[in-house]
């Protein structure tokens, strides 16, 4: 493995903790009250295409970087419509 591939399996690392926080803020905290929606499709949508891209050039950190930071945004999206939901109906009650 040479260093260029060392660097970018580093920053694909790094890169993965991007969304990790909102991921376990929201988590804990039951609520994505204060969440974009629409930025996590955007995102989810540009993880896929650079999943694409990645498989094209064959390139796994690419692949690998981009499915991580994917499947995070796919969280986000399921935790915003889930706790969402929860809070339109604790509105509703109060």
């Not at 493995?1 to 890169?15: E, K």
């Not at 930071?69 to 109060?94: A, C, D, N, P």
């Amino acid at each position: 493995m040479s260093g260029v591939d060392i660097l970018g399996y580093a920053a694909g690392a790094i890169t993965t903790l991007t969304f990790l926080p909102q991921v376990l803020k929201t988590y804990k905290e039951k609520s994505a009250k204060d969440v974009s929606l629409n930025m996590f499709l955007i995102a989810a949508i540009n993880e896929v295409m650079w999943i694409v891209y990645g498989a094209l050039r064959e390139d796994m950190v690419i692949i690998l970087t981009n499915a991580v930071v994917l499947l995070m945004s796919l969280t986000m999206i399921f935790f915003k419509l889930k706790y969402g939901r929860k809070e339109i109906i604790k509105q509703k009650t109060t």
